[in-house]
């Protein structure tokens, strides 16, 4: 049985999921070939690969002598796994406190203002 997975990724393991998230499924040699620059070492995305199903992210099946890896995770839950992580870590579970930090760090032209408030209108609507 897997272990609960972790809400956070390292970069190396985010590459590998991206790849594997764009093509549903692929082998080692597959995700070696699919990362570009900087190459990871075979040996290296194969550890890697065993990181991620140790942590839940993905699975694998025997097809001839090759292992296939797919997602177990999507994208979506996966940054879902992050904001609540980063929500409970460093902002003591409050969005409210998240949300007024990005707005205090980001420069916001007219048009993205004008979205976040009919965002934040429709949610006022949608929750009564």
């Known amino acids: 049985m897997a272990r609960k997975k972790s809400p956070t990724l390292t970069e190396a393991e985010l590459r590998l ?9 692929a082998t080692v040699g597959e995700v070696v070939d699919a990362l570009g620059d900087p190459p990871l070492a075979y040996n290296t995305v194969l550890t890697t690969l065993r990181i991620l199903e140790t942590k839940g992210y993905v699975a694998h099946y025997a097809e001839g002598r090759a292992f296939v890896y797919s997602p177990q995770v999507g994208r979506e839950e996966a940054r879902s796994n992050v904001v609540d992580y ?3 870590r ?10 007024l930090q990005l707005l205090d760090t980001e420069r916001l032209d007219g048009a993205k203002a004008k979205r976040i408030r009919t965002m934040l209108e429709r949610h006022e609507m949608d929750n009564g």
């Open 17 to 25: 999921m991206d790849v594997l998230w764009q093509r549903g499924h």
């Open 86 to 88: 980063v929500l409970s």
């Open 90 to 99: 460093f902002f003591d579970n409050s969005p409210r406190a998240l949300m």
